[in-house]
């Protein structure tokens, strides 16, 4: 209880900073960052599986539809290999196309992020200079700067 209380404090505080134009973008920042998460899960959650069918072939035995997927997706059915090896390049295949689209999308965010900063720092010092030369010097010198920014 008293973390979110601390979070909702750390929001207020972050209201005096930052545009109301911005909130929306850092919802859909948040947004991002979870769905970002469930992509790591997703691509962690691979592996065992993976090594589960490289160390125990008759592992997707139960799973017919599973193992009929990996074997079309398999880049090297062409071969004529064994059907195992078929399987278990398709896992791969599919695998290292889950982690490419995970770091893609990371890619992405880590750009739309440093827009954001970039952005809401650039609109925090247009404020700042505002209210530095809305005040006259008298002012200034009399006050502390932390004061006249807020």
Do not use: C, W
């Not at 008293?2 to 850092?26: E, P």
């Not at 947004?31 to 069918?53: D, H, K, R, T, Y």
């Not at 074997?71 to 398709?90: A, C, D, R, W």
């Not at 982690?99 to 970039?118: P, Q």
């Amino acid at each position: 209880m008293k973390s979110m209380n601390n979070l909702i404090k750390s929001i207020n505080k972050l209201s005096f900073f930052v545009d109301t134009i911005y909130y929306k973008k850092l919802f859909i920042f948040s947004i991002l960052i979870l769905f970002s998460m469930f992509l790591e899960l997703f691509s962690i959650g691979l592996i065992f599986p993976i090594v589960n069918l490289i160390l125990d072939g008759s592992f997707l035995d139960g799973y017919p539809n599973i193992k009929i997927f990996f074997k079309s997706i398999s880049p090297v059915q062409f071969l004529n290999k064994s059907e195992i090896f078929n399987i278990i390049s398709g896992a791969l295949i599919l695998f290292f196309i889950s982690v490419l689209i995970k770091n893609i999308f990371l890619l992405l965010i880590n750009i739309f992020r440093a827009n954001l900063i970039y952005r809401i720092s650039h609109s925090v010092r247009k404020k700042i200079v505002f209210q530095l030369s809305e005040t006259s010097l008298n002012e200034i010198l009399k006050e502390k700067t932390s004061n006249i920014i807020h």
